[in-house]
Every structure is written in structure tokens, then in C-alpha cells.
């Protein structure tokens, strides 16, 4: 009997040992790393002064926003306002390649299919592989020696990257936001500082933002966004991997393939749009294809009221995309309150009115209700 | 014990494993879903709308290529399972009912080694079965369809070559995917005098496991489960290859195949073999 026994052994410590390997590697993963103690200026000038100018990296955005998560619709090459909704729901993985401020390639890695954003100078390749749909904007040449080509805003600005987003919330640090240093951990296996942005105003839903900048590179690595009352993050976008070495240069020269469906657009010189102060919803982030043309009249006409966090967007009547009430999927996520729709989640809210009229922020909707009716 | 023996015990499992009329019945059942496949897109009027049916499948017209990976993609949820279900249910049940343990176990094999050649000829299944689907696949893609230059999900274009080699490497991570269920097979299969028991019960547990990966209720479960990374074979055909599925489907697989066989070990040695 005792011979049996020890026979059975074996059995049982082999799956304990691979038990403790895998709960020793998670608290591996999440082990804080000593650093040299920084202050909070001095991890912001790090983060302007990183010389990060290409780049492979895996790019994971985790949206917790208690929305209903809707099946990945995938439809069209160029996103409009139901995949704008989709980025808020679920989790996604995309790869993300920069070589130089011109060239940068968006890869939204989906199960089974793909959809990519390729930018090369003044062309711009949206791919879509599940219907097998390419479009293709062409700003065109002139405009390119007008802007400053040695900014790297071109691409980064365009591509949904940590660095990006971290770029939009530091930019929008007022006396507003009480900016702190947290303990220092690790992402993607670089060791990082952490910043850690805490709105002043009890109006908004963000309960901080944090900022994980790569000790090494001053590149922004993570971004966090939490909400009130929720202990998860609202919103994440962090590496997962990441390459510092230049990505092959083929990787940015696209030609749509054999039997594609090629759409051809041209993207007017765009004027200097108004930036509304304030921390952007996420939403902009997230949405590759935020230089469509369409963007440019519909933000006419926008104003913003309040300040900082806790800012009202609000688009005049007629900007509401018709895709808000033909579209099942976005209707569902609606509800109806008076006077017109609107979407809350755990981080913004969305009031579209009935007379079309819409208003968006980081606050409760009773705010937008009441920045609604004191129009 | 000669160290030649475990070689000349999966020679001769090997051997018995495909002259074996079944398995050449599941083989040629496999061969014949992507000839099906082929046929049937050949043969309609109508062409396939994008985004439409399994991977791949309005592509097929344009290039035969792809009829091996829409194959594979619609053999992986049931077809391969089902047929891999069957040969690893089968390796020590199937001796035990025919009465065959006995005598295989009284030469100076010992039951490790035993094992061992028998989860290797339910590997050999497993490539042999992937095999199958892919190769015939590109011949019925040859013969039915033009062949050219192969587009991946990027919208990048790869040359003919390049696709053979693709097409390497997802037969080997599909190959991969079923360690796992090929050590749950074994390891049932040594529970059991009963064959089929064992068959029906890895084959199920396969379902289960695909049912489980669906519910967003059990998300926490899903990188545990043995099917989780089964469509990943998708990411072989990026450009550039994204690998972190290959590797995370590789280390899950081991993980099932040391905590299955191990368990398979200690119930096969303490097994009394009577018949």
C-alpha cells in the first residue's frame, strides 16, 4: 500500500510545483524595482526629453468601463463612432511599429483577422482583412514642408500609444491635478517610475491617472485611468513587449492586396483645430482613423465648458453621426432619459439630445444635463 | 532493459497504429473536408461575400492556397479533435480490452517506457492528422484553383515559397494544440478497460473546454484552458509572425502534458493488469 503511494506522489507535487512556479512568476511580474527616488517634475521633463524615436511593441488597452461588451464588428476600414464603441468595451491587442516621426504602422491584432493603419509620410493605408478592404488617404504634398516635419506628432499622435495618450493627459496639468510619484514597478520588463495624476475636483469620475515612464528612456510605458468606486482600471493602454531597435523598413511600405476593394480619399489641408483644454476622452485615443475627413466640419462649432477634469464638451445640433440611431448595436447601449440618449460608463458620459445636440465629458451625466439645459 | 527496446516498441506501435483500418478511415475523412471545401466553392455560381463563412473561404477563388487553411480552421473546433480523441482514448484502454496489456507488459518494457511510446504514437496521429488536412488541402487548392502569390492578414503579399513554409508552421502549432488533449486522452484511457469510455470522455472534455473559452462569465479560466490558444495559428499569418502565441500555446501544452502524464504514471503503475 505505501508502495502505491509513493507511486502517486509524482502525480501530486507536479502539479503543486508548477502551481508555485506560476503564483511566484505573477508576484515576479508585479515586484516593485528600486530606482533612484525622482521627483514628480523631474519624471515630466524626463518624459518631454525622451529621445525614443523608433520603436515595436505590443500595445494592450484593457477598457473596464462597465459597459455591455459588444461583439468586435470589425466592418469598414475606417472606424466610425460603433468601433469608437467597441475600443471602450473588452480588451484588445495591437502591435505598434514607429521609425521616425513619418512612418508609423498600427497592427489591431483580432482573432482571425486584422486591421491595420500604415503611415508612410503623406500616405495613410487603413487594411481591413475581414472583408479584405483597403483605404487609402493621401494628404497631399504641399502641406507636408508646411509643418514642421521633424515633429513626431505626425504618426504618434495618429497611433493609439501609451505615449500618446500620457502626451494628451500631461499636456492638460493645470493646478487642477495634484501630481504625485507612486512606487516604481515594471512593464513589458523595463523598470519604470510611476506618475501618478489626481484631479482636485470632486466633479469628475476619474479618480487618477497613472503614468509609468521607462526609467531608462523617459518613454511613457503605461497609462491607467481609474474611476471612482471601482477597483479595477477603468482604462488601460500599456506595453507588453517592447523593442527599441528600428522596425524593418518594409514593414511601413503597403500596397493593397490582389483583389482588395481600394478606396481612394484626399485629405484636405487640415486647419489648426481647436484643442479643447481638458483631458480628452479615451475615445480619441483609440480611434486610428481620427484625421478622417469628416472630422474637420464637425468640429466646428465646439465649445467647452468648465475647466480641466471636469470639462463639458459640447457639439452643436446636427453633429450627432447618424450611425448614433441607425446602428442596433450603439442604440442598445443607449439609454433614453429625458429629453434625448444617453451612454454613461464607469469614466464618461455622453448625452445625446433629441434636437442633436450632444455633450460629452469625464462627469456624471447629471453635469452634462445640467450644461445642457443651461444652454 | 536495452535502451534499443523503447525504439523497437514504437516502431512496432507505430506500425499497428497505422496499418490500423480506422485510423486510415479518420485520415481520409480529414482529407476529404478540405476537398469538400473546394468542391463546393468550385462549384457555386455565386461568389463568397467578404467577412462571410470560415477564414479565408471568399478568398479560395482567387487563390487555392488558401483552401488548406480554411480546412484547418474549420477541422480544428471538432474534426481534429474528434479524430485525436479517439487514438489517445484508445492507447491503454484499447490494449487493456483486447486483452493485449498483459503481454505487452510482461516483456521487460516497464510501464513508464510503455506509456511513453504510446503518447508518442498519439503525437505521430496528431501531426499525421494535421498533415493530412493541410496537404490535401493544397493539392485540392492546386488543382481546383489558380495559385499565386499569398495575401496574409496584414494585407501584406508573401511569395508561393513562403506560404509552404507558413503552412509548415501552422501543421506544427496545431500539432502542438493537441499535446494537450492527447495527455488527457492517455490519461482517462488509463482509467478505464473500456475504449470507447475513454474516447467519448476526452472528446467531451474537448467541447467542454471549447464551451468554456465562449463564456465571458469564466474570463479568469480561459488562459487555463487546453483549446484557448487553438485559433491562434491566425497569428502565423501576420507579418511580421507574432509568436507570443506559439509560445504561450507551447508552455500551456507542456503544463497539461506533465500534470497528465504524471497523473497518468502513478494510476498506470498502481493499475492491476488482470486482463
Request: hydrophobic letters at 45%; glycine letters at 8%.
Amino acid at each position: 500500500m505505501t508502495r502505491a503511494r509513493r507511486r502517486w506522489l509524482p502525480a501530486l507535487l507536479l502539479p503543486f510545483a508548477l502551481a508555485i512556479a506560476v503564483v511566484f512568476g505573477a508576484v515576479q511580474a508585479g515586484a516593485s524595482v528600486s530606482l533612484p527616488p525622482k521627483s514628480a517634475e523631474e519624471i515630466v521633463a524626463m518624459i518631454a526629453r525622451t529621445e525614443v524615436r523608433a520603436l515595436s511593441g505590443t500595445v494592450e488597452q484593457d477598457a473596464g468601463l462597465g459597459l455591455p461588451e459588444l461583439p468586435a464588428s470589425g466592418q469598414g476600414a475606417v472606424p466610425g463612432a460603433a468601433s469608437a464603441l467597441e475600443f471602450l468595451t473588452g480588451s484588445h491587442t495591437a502591435r505598434v511599429y514607429v521609425d521616425g516621426p513619418l512612418k508609423a504602422r498600427l497592427q489591431i491584432l483580432d482573432q482571425m483577422a486584422e486591421r491595420d493603419v500604415v503611415i508612410n509620410g503623406g500616405d495613410a493605408w487603413f487594411y481591413n482583412s475581414q472583408d479584405n478592404s483597403a483605404t487609402h488617404l493621401t494628404v497631399p504634398a504641399p502641406e507636408m514642408p508646411a509643418q514642421n516635419i521633424p515633429t513626431p506628432e505626425m504618426p504618434t499622435q495618429e497611433i493609439p500609444t501609451p505615449e500618446a495618450m500620457a502626451g494628451r493627459f500631461l499636456a492638460a496639468i493645470d493646478a487642477g491635478t495634484e501630481v504625485t510619484v507612486a512606487e516604481a514597478s515594471s512593464v513589458a520588463g523595463q523598470s519604470v517610475y510611476s506618475l501618478l495624476l489626481n484631479p482636485r475636483s470632486t466633479e469628475t469620475l476619474v479618480d487618477s491617472v497613472s503614468i509609468d515612464v521607462d526609467s531608462e528612456t523617459g518613454l511613457p510605458l503605461r497609462v491607467e485611468v481609474r474611476a471612482k468606486g471601482q477597483a479595477e482600471p477603468a482604462y488601460s493602454l500599456a506595453y507588453t513587449q517592447l523593442d527599441l531597435s528600428r522596425p524593418d523598413p518594409a514593414l511601413f511600405a503597403f500596397t493593397p492586396p490582389q483583389g482588395a476593394t481600394v478606396t481612394e480619399k484626399v485629405v484636405p489641408a487640415k486647419p489648426d483645430r481647436p484643442t479643447p483644454d481638458g483631458p480628452p476622452a479615451p475615445e480619441a485615443q483609440a480611434t486610428p482613423g481620427h484625421g478622417s475627413p469628416g472630422d474637420d466640419s464637425r468640429s466646428h462649432g465646439v465649445t467647452v465648458t468648465g475647466h480641466g477634469w471636469d470639462s463639458v464638451i459640447a457639439l452643436p445640433a446636427g453633429s450627432a453621426p447618424a450611425e448614433f440611431t441607425s446602428n442596433p448595436q450603439l442604440s442598445q447601449a443607449l439609454q433614453p432619459v429625458d429629453g434625448g440618449r444617453a451612454l454613461t460608463t464607469s469614466l464618461l458620459s455622453v448625452l445625446i439630445l433629441d434636437d442633436g445636440r450632444v455633450y460629452a465629458g469625464m462627469v456624471p451625466l447629471e453635469r452634462l444635463q445640467s450644461a445642457a439645459a443651461a444652454r | 532493459m536495452r535502451p534499443g527496446l523503447g525504439w523497437a516498441l514504437l516502431g512496432s506501435e507505430l506500425l499497428v497504429l497505422f496499418r490500423r483500418l480506422r485510423t486510415w478511415a479518420m485520415l481520409i475523412a480529414l482529407a476529404a473536408v478540405p476537398i469538400l471545401i473546394a468542391v463546393a466553392v468550385k462549384l457555386s455560381s455565386r461568389p463568397t461575400a467578404p467577412g462571410r463563412g470560415p477564414l479565408f473561404l471568399d478568398r479560395i477563388t482567387q487563390n487555392g492556397l488558401f483552401v488548406a487553411v480554411t480546412a484547418l480552421v474549420v477541422c480544428v473546433p471538432l474534426f481534429l479533435p474528434l479524430t485525436v480523441g479517439v487514438v489517445a482514448g484508445d492507447t491503454i484502454a484499447g490494449e487493456a480490452s483486447l486483452g493485449t496489456l498483459r503481454y505487452l507488459l510482461l516483456a521487460p518494457a516497464g510501464r513508464i517506457r510503455l506509456l511513453l511510446v504510446k503518447y508518442a504514437g498519439a503525437v505521430a496521429f496528431c501531426f499525421a492528422a494535421t498533415a493530412t488536412v493541410a496537404a490535401s488541402g493544397a493539392l485540392a487548392g492546386f488543382v481546383l484553383f489558380p495559385v499565386g502569390p499569398v495575401t496574409l492578414l496584414s494585407g501584406d503579399t508573401i511569395s508561393v515559397g513562403e506560404s509552404a513554409w507558413r503552412s509548415l508552421l501552422i501543421a506544427a502549432y496545431i500539432t502542438v494544440s493537441l499535446l494537450g488533449l492527447s495527455a488527457i486522452g492517455l490519461l482517462i484511457s488509463t482509467f478505464t478497460d473500456v475504449p470507447v469510455g475513454a474516447m467519448a470522455a476526452t472528446i467531451v472534455l474537448s467541447v467542454v473546454s471549447q464551451v468554456l473559452d465562449n463564456l465571458p462569465q469564466l474570463e479568469w479560466l480561459h488562459p487555463w484552458l487546453f483549446s484557448h490558444h487553438w485559433l491562434g495559428f491566425a497569428d502565423l499569418l501576420r507579418q511580421p509572425i507574432s509568436w507570443t502565441s506559439f509560445g504561450e500555446n507551447a508552455l500551456l501544452q507542456a503544463g497539461y502534458m506533465a500534470v497528465c502524464g504524471a497523473l497518468a504514471y502513478a494510476k498506470f503503475s498502481n493499475k492491476d493488469v488482470l486482463s
